[in-house]
Each structure stands twice: as structure tokens, then as C-alpha cells.
């Protein structure tokens, strides 16, 4: 059903849960008004017959973006997948587990998994203003069970990403489940970056996100102002890109460019990616990558380009440094 045959059906349902409670409430309501909604609720019907029988499209898909250009991470469910309630210590400081189940569209907990990126399950977790970053591979019990041991550093409310392709679903999914987490709240701004220092590596990102487009966008890891060489593969690439939505914070899959690494060679200090803006605005960017056997994550933030004539806003275009690492 498209998004006029779901407003009709609610409109109609308002109608009857209006009217019954109004009766069962032996309350009187004027002829005129119940009358009104019904004829609200009969045009609602039949646009939504006009815009099937046309086979009209709406500008936005169900998942946020324009049509063609479909963002995923915004629903608890996709395709019948479930992300059921996460349990996670619920105040700062505590010392816990973070866990979940993800059932199938038979309800039962999935256990099978395909492998995408070296995991079968990566596990995002941001808060909503973008900042405390983790990527994570939790373990799954035989009942289905993902477990990792978890504790908040800061309060706020969190997004939880289970990025999974079950087995037999033909696709890769991206459900989400927001997580709150008691205690004082210390927002953090989310300006404009291309760069950031973190490990003793300076990152930069090169290039520019279009709406509707395909972007390619060039990640720079250099250390004290010479190139590093040394980039060691990561979940299947020499760096690793999370792409996210600012407001509701969509996720975007976002693909390495370049053959696949060599198990025991390095390299550096560039890392290609391709990524598609599903629209115009703000977007936070995580880079993940290995150098010495250890993970390091730089964090962006960019707009897309203005392509209506005005001023654009480069990733190449540097801005103060984000907090929140």
C-alpha cells in the first residue's frame, strides 16, 4: 500500500475509533462533524484508488529517500527481519552486556548468517547528535543470542545499527533500535569537518557528496605531516566507511573502491570510496582503519554540494575539529 492507501486507511479508522468512543462514552457529537470525517476519510479512499489505478510513485520511498535511492537504518523491521528490544546497561559507568536477538519472518530468532565484510554482524552504535562513535562484532549464542560486553561513557540517546544479511534473504539489511542512557546530557556541535587527528594520525576526506548521485570521496591518513603507508586490511579493505544521515541518521552503505587487500601488504595513505547521498543536507562519516594492529576511527562531518547554482560546501573545505572521540 503507498502512502495516500495508508493515510485513507488511518483516516477511515479515526472515523470509527472517534465515533464508537464518542458513543460508548454517551457523549453527543454534532451530525456535521461526524459527517465531515466521513467525507474526509471517503476522499482519502479515493485518491488512494486514483493513484493506484494510475501507478503513481511517490517522490519519497518508505525508508526516507527519493525514489531510486532507498536509505536503510531508520526501522526496527525490513523484509520481516526483526531487531528485537537491545538490552544494555542503562546508566553511565555501569558495567554490562549489550545484547540482542534479530527474528525472521517466521518470528523465530535467525542463526544463520551470510558474511559480508569478514562478520556476519556489525554492530553500530552512535548517539543522536553523531558523536560516540563504536563499531562492534558482538558474538551469537546458538539460540541466536548477539552479546558484547558494554559500558556508556556518556549519557544521551543512542542508535543501535544491526547491519546483517540472513541467510536466504537475498538482501543485506540494516535495522535500528534507539537505546536511552540516563545521566547529564553534554551535546556536541555538529560543524562541518574534513579532517580529524586521532592516534596520531591525521585523516582528511577529499571530494564532494551530491544528492541522488554517486560520490567518490578519498580518505588521506598521514602522520606527522608525512604519508602512512602502513594502512593494514579491515573488514576486507584497507579502510572502513560508515556514512550517516544527520537528523534522522539514516545509514548508507558505503563501497571501498580498488582490488580486495592482500592478506600480510599494506597500504596507504589513500583509501577510495563510492557513496550515494540519497538527499541534500548534512551527514556524519566514520572512518575505520588499521595500522600495527590496531583500530583507529576519524570522524567527518560534510553537506552536500549545492547543485542549484549557490555556493557549495567541499569536503575539501576544513572547519574546527569535532569532540566527542
Known amino acids: ?3 495516500t492507501g495508508r493515510l485513507g486507511a488511518y483516516a477511515a479508522g479515526v472515523v470509527v475509533v472517534f465515533t ?11 451530525e456535521q462533524a461526524v459527517q465531515n470525517w466521513r467525507q474526509q476519510a471517503e476522499g482519502a479512499r479515493m485518491n488512494q484508488h486514483t493513484d493506484e489505478g494510475q501507478g503513481q510513485v511517490p517522490a519519497e520511498t518508505s525508508t526516507g529517500g527519493h525514489a531510486g535511492h532507498q536509505v536503510q537504518g531508520v526501522s526496527v523491521e525490513q523484509s520481516g527481519y526483526v531487531l528485537q528490544e537491545v538490552s544494555a546497561p542503562g546508566t553511565v559507568g555501569a558495567a554490562g552486556e549489550l545484547s540482542l536477538t534479530i527474528t525472521g519472518p517466521d518470528g523465530v530468532a535467525v542463526t544463520d548468517f551470510e558474511t559480508e565484510h569478514e562478520k556476519e554482524l ?3 552504535v552512535v548517539r543522536s547528535d553523531g558523536a560516540h562513535y563504536r563499531h562492534v562484532h558482538p558474538v551469537m549464542d546458538e539460540d541466536g543470542r548477539w552479546s558484547t560486553p558494554w559500558r556508556w561513557e ?3 540517546s543512542y542508535r543501535v545499527y544491526a547491519d546483517i544479511t540472513p541467510a536466504g534473504a537475498g538482501e543485506n539489511l540494516t535495522l535500528t ?3 536511552e542512557v540516563a545521566g547529564t546530557l553534554e551535546p556536541a556541535a555538529a560543524e562541518v569537518t574534513a579532517t580529524d587527528e ?3 594520525f591525521e585523516v582528511s576526506v577529499e571530494g564532494e557528496l551530491a544528492a541522488g548521485t554517486t560520490s567518490q570521496l ?3 591518513v598521514t602522520s606527522d605531516g608525512q604519508p602512512v603507508t602502513t594502512l593494514q586490511p579491515y573488514l576486507g579493505a584497507y579502510g572502513h566507511l560508515v556514512a550517516l544521515r544527520a537528523g534522522d541518521l539514516a545509514y548508507l552503505h558505503v563501497h571501498p573502491e580498488g582490488a580486495e587487500p592482500v592478506t600480510g601488504q599494506t597500504s596507504g595513505p589513500d583509501v577510495q570510496f563510492a557513496t550515494t547521498a540519497p538527499t541534500s543536507g548534512r551527514y556524519h562519516l566514520y572512518f575505520d582503519f588499521q595500522v600495527d594492529g590496531t583500530v583507529h576511527t576519524a570522524q567527518f562531518t560534510l553537506d552536500t554540494a549545492d547543485t542549484t547554482g549557490g555556493t557549495s560546501t567541499k569536503s575539501s573545505t576544513g572547519a574546527a575539529e569535532h569532540g566527542g572521540h
Do not use: D, K, Q
Open 20 to 30: 464508537g468512543a464518542f458513543a460508548a462514552a454517551g457523549a453527543v457529537v454534532p
Open 198 to 200: 586521532v592516534g596520531g
Open 1 to 3: 500500500m503507498n502512502a
Open 122 to 124: 556489525h554492530l553500530i
Open 154 to 156: 556518556t549519557a544521551g
Open 218 to 220: 578519498r580518505v588521506h
Open 177 to 179: 533500535r534507539t537505546v
